[in-house]
């Protein structure tokens, strides 16, 4: 997809595991990294970073930007800011989440870079990213919206077909369904969905599907 100003989101797939609770999952995550030629951010750090580096190629990162801290969203976050020298931006209410992956140091390379929060704006290529803050799957869960795309970056907030779960630690069901309805549904209805996992959607369609 490309934009008027020469921005685009390039895609790739890479596979790995979901830990909470005790319980382990294979899983694969969409990696998500929106730019031109020169400059790019990348959306969510999961399990490989020379995955995430294919796809990013020889252009400059600005930023790791994190939906949220569920491990296989920001597992290769640290390894990934140390390659790009590239800062990590994370919404704090997901502090607890991060500290399940990365430890609890106060200091050094274990926390992020960045608070982000609802309304927050980054600019890569000639276009702007909106974080928007969405908690339910996560305390701490943001997408973030590019306009001049005409799309948007869920996370795990809301897929082809509705809400992300919300069976876990830290998560919410009612509170998920609000933040769906009341930050993302008010978007157009033409807006793509680019999921943390699976195939895109868009906001009309999801209207639909959630009433």
Same mark, same amino acid.
């Given at each position: 997809m490309a934009g008027s100003?020469? /921005?685009? $989101? *390039?895609? +790739? $797939? #890479? #596979?790995?595991?979901? #830990?909470?609770?005790g319980e382990t999952f294979e899983v694969d995550n969409n990696?998500?990294?929106?730019? *031109? *030629?020169t400059e790019c951010v990348v959306i969510d750090a999961p399990h490989s970073v020379d995955d995430i580096m294919a796809v990013v190629g020889d252009r400059k990162v600005r930023a790791i930007l994190l939906t949220h801290a569920h491990d296989d969203h920001c597992r290769v976050a640290p390894a990934?800011? @140390?390659?790009?020298? /590239? %800062?990590?931006?994370?919404? =704090?209410? *997901?502090? %607890?989440?991060? @500290?399940l992956t990365h430890g609890d140091a106060e200091t050094g390379d274990h926390l992020w870079d960045v608070?982000? +929060?609802d309304g927050f704006e980054i600019?890569?290529?000639g276009i702007t990213l909106r974080a928007i803050h969405t908690p339910g799957h996560a305390p701490g869960a943001v997408c973030f919206h590019a =306009?001049?795309?005409?799309?948007v970056f869920t996370g795990d907030t809301l897929f082809q077909g509705g809400p992300g779960a919300t069976g876990r630690s830290f998560s919410d069901e009612e509170q998920i369904k609000r933040s769906i309805r009341s930050r993302l549904l008010e978007l157009p209805g033409d807006t793509v969905v680019h999921t943390g996992h699976g195939d895109d959607t868009t906001i009309g369609a999801e209207r639909e599907a959630l009433g």
């Amino acid at each position: 997809m490309a934009g008027s100003r020469g /921005a685009r $989101v *390039d895609h +790739a $797939v #890479s #596979s790995g595991t979901f #830990s909470l609770d005790g319980e382990t999952f294979e899983v694969d995550n969409n990696i998500w990294v929106v730019g *031109d *030629d020169t400059e790019c951010v990348v959306i969510d750090a999961p399990h490989s970073v020379d995955d995430i580096m294919a796809v990013v190629g020889d252009r400059k990162v600005r930023a790791i930007l994190l939906t949220h801290a569920h491990d296989d969203h920001c597992r290769v976050a640290p390894a990934l800011r @140390e390659r790009t020298v /590239a %800062p990590i931006m994370l919404h =704090p209410d *997901d502090r %607890p989440l991060w @500290e399940l992956t990365h430890g609890d140091a106060e200091t050094g390379d274990h926390l992020w870079d960045v608070d982000l +929060a609802d309304g927050f704006e980054i600019g890569v290529g000639g276009i702007t990213l909106r974080a928007i803050h969405t908690p339910g799957h996560a305390p701490g869960a943001v997408c973030f919206h590019a =306009p001049d795309l005409g799309c948007v970056f869920t996370g795990d907030t809301l897929f082809q077909g509705g809400p992300g779960a919300t069976g876990r630690s830290f998560s919410d069901e009612e509170q998920i369904k609000r933040s769906i309805r009341s930050r993302l549904l008010e978007l157009p209805g033409d807006t793509v969905v680019h999921t943390g996992h699976g195939d895109d959607t868009t906001i009309g369609a999801e209207r639909e599907a959630l009433g």
